[in-house]
């Protein structure tokens, strides 16, 4: 953004108004979240060729799916409800279904929001 003027303190508040508030969301969540992709960095390693992210960054793969996410979430969630705590297909990482619902949904958001593009 190219200023003709310095901005004014009332439109430098503006504008870190509009800011989304990181500083809200629950550590809880965020380290529920970080447990979920442990475990999926541990399950389904780590592709070189993802930049740091895991294998839903591939395109053209069923990981790259949206939906596989949605029906990851449901089923996490759905087993939380019905009082399963830990998942049983966690092997020895002991990961809760709420933390594997909190690491599918940021990656269902992820694909929605940014598409993975095929390799060139």
Not at 14 to 24: F, G, N, Q
Not at 37 to 55: A, D
Not at 83 to 93: A, M, N, T, Y
Request: proline letters at 10%; one cysteine or more; glycine letters at 6%.
């Amino acid at each position: 953004m190219k200023l003709d003027r310095p901005l004014k303190q009332q439109e430098v508040d503006a504008e870190k108004d509009m800011l989304p508030r990181v500083d809200i969301v629950p550590p809880a969540f965020i380290l529920a979240a970080a447990r979920g992709f442990s475990f999926g960095v541990w399950k389904h390693g780590h592709p070189p060729h993802t930049n740091g992210y895991g294998t839903w960054r591939i395109a053209g793969t069923k990981q790259a799916e949206p939906l596989t996410h949605y029906a990851s979430l449901l089923r996490h969630l759905l087993k939380w409800r019905a009082g399963e705590v830990i998942d049983p297909d966690s092997e020895d990482f002991q990961l809760e279904h709420l933390e594997a619902a909190c690491s599918q949904l940021a990656v269902l958001v992820d694909l929605v929001k940014n598409p993975p593009k095929p390799a060139p």
